[in-house]
């Protein structure tokens, strides 16, 4: 479930690149220049979440973003940040700018944001942006009008005397009303509707927001697809399980998993009601 949170927020790390650009800087005047490939950002095994080049305040730098839904297990994150840091600067030779987003309401609350240590003439400083979302007026980053913070507002600060629910509702009406495409609303519903369930129940969205509303988005029709991938796969090895021995499924089993055309999967479900023998299902399943 975390990776769903992380794959749904470094999309919006990518769509709504300005905005949270700004949001992260506490700056207006930021230009994002260009998106630097994470997958070439690998650094001793870890992959950073968000790396871009930015212009601000006319000089070009790079902005770092790490997406944190609990606090960091199995490395101290300053750790992290270091191995990042040392890195970005040594590859790219600009200042970067390098934050940390936690999302759970208990998650970073002993992050300083720094690693310092001077001895003997040597001195190293660590200084990093540490954003816990629990700590931010939810109210002002609503006034910001900025499209692509509305799905982070569910886990803010709701204004005082304010129930979540309530809150949620504000959250998701304030998104309704954004001045954005319907595929771009969707985007953002079905984003607010996932981010939320990190604290609320996830049944108040699906009171709050209407299905259809969603069904433009690229994220719900991806959900979607995975959905039935997952669903086809399930019903093709239960139909080839009443058919033939478990070694033997238990042998095809990769192969039909790592399909991912939704045409086929339905296809060879079919094959596997209709095949006399497992020769035949497989002499499809290998075309």
């Given at each position: 479930m975390a990776q769903n949170y992380d794959n749904m927020a470094k999309d919006l790390?990518?769509?709504?690149?300005?905005?949270?650009?700004?949001?992260?800087?506490?700056?207006?005047?930021?230009?994002?220049l260009e998106n630097i490939d994470t997958e070439q950002q690998i650094i001793i095994g870890q992959r950073t979440d968000s790396t871009k080049r930015i212009r601000v305040d006319n000089r070009e730098a790079i902005l770092h973003i790490e997406l944190q839904l609990r606090d960091?297990?199995?490395?101290?994150?300053?750790?992290?940040?270091?191995?990042?840091?040392?890195?970005?600067?040594?590859?790219?030779?600009?200042p970067v700018y390098s934050n940390v987003i936690y999302f759970h309401p208990n998650a970073g609350r002993n992050d300083t944001g720094k690693f310092e240590y001077s001895w003997h003439g040597y001195k190293y400083t660590l200084h990093y942006k540490v954003i816990r979302l629990f700590d931010i007026d939810g109210q002002a980053a609503l006034e910001m009008n900025a499209p692509g913070i509305l799905p982070f507002t569910p886990l803010m600060k709701p204004p005082e005397g304010m129930g979540i629910e309530q809150w949620a509702k504000e959250c998701v009406d304030a998104t309704i009303d954004a001045p954005v495409d319907q595929q771009t609303r969707g985007d953002l519903l079905y984003a607010i509707s996932l981010f939320g369930s990190i604290i609320h129940n996830s049944e108040l969205y699906e009171i709050l927001i209407q299905e259809e509303l969603m069904q433009e988005s690229k994220f719900y029709q991806r959900q979607s697809e995975k959905i039935i991938r997952e669903t086809t796969i399930k019903h093709i090895l239960a139909v080839l399980n009443t058919k033939y021995s478990d070694d033997i499924v238990r042998a095809i089993t990769p192969m039909i998993q790592n399909i991912n055309d939704l045409q086929r999967l339905d296809d060879l479900h079919t094959a596997a009601a209709k095949a006399q023998n497992i020769e035949t299902f497989t002499q499809m399943l290998n075309k």
């Open positions: 790390l990518t769509d709504f690149a300005v905005d949270i650009s700004q949001f992260v800087l506490g700056v207006n005047d930021v230009e994002v960091s297990t199995h490395k101290p994150m300053w750790a992290r940040n270091a191995a990042y840091q040392g890195y970005l600067v040594g590859r790219h030779e600009i």
